[in-house]
């Protein structure tokens, strides 16, 4: 395969990666220095907390991305250690999702003082979308894994 072909792929990853490295650096400190009001400090602080600890495994992920598009530059895209790749994205997908449902019930706490229903249903978003991504990478790994099978059986009976 060219070199670059992936390029376009590669640039996406980084742009995704910038603006959630911007609002995590900028936009938490923001918001933990300066809190709506006295009242919800107790129950913001730690949707704050798991919104910074899901960053970590969000970045592994992306990491573990441009990994994979790595190996299909260099023609190593049916290789154990795209297999890998795949698997470590569906761990970071499922953290995150494990993450977001623990700070769920702080979510509605929050819901509840503001009388707001709707804020829950949006708690619920990375948590749908996170595994809807574990999901996914887990099928890939899976075909992925079963055609580098086929691949080393076929090579075994030539």
């Known amino acids: 395969m060219k070199i670059g072909s992936t390029l376009f792929l590669k640039l996406a990853v980084f742009l995704i990666g910038t603006p959630v490295l911007a609002l995590c650096i900028f936009g938490l400190t923001w918001l933990v220095n300066n809190p709506v009001s006295p009242d919800y400090d107790h129950i913001l602080y730690p949707i704050f907390i798991g919104m910074g600890v899901s960053v970590i495994p969000f970045f592994v992920a992306l990491y573990q991305a441009f990994k994979l598009l790595s190996y299909i530059d260099k023609n190593q895209a049916f290789s154990e250690l795209s297999v890998k790749a795949l698997k470590n994205i569906k761990f970071c997908a499922i953290a995150i999702s494990g993450v977001y449902v623990l700070i769920s019930p ?43 099978d086929i691949k080393s059986e076929n090579d075994l009976t030539v």
């Open 106 to 148: 702080f979510v509605y706490f929050v819901a509840e003082v503001d009388d707001a229903p709707g804020l829950i249903i949006i708690g619920m978003v990375p948590i749908f979308a996170s595994m809807v991504i574990a999901v996914f990478a887990a099928v890939l790994q899976r075909l992925l894994q079963e055609a580098i």
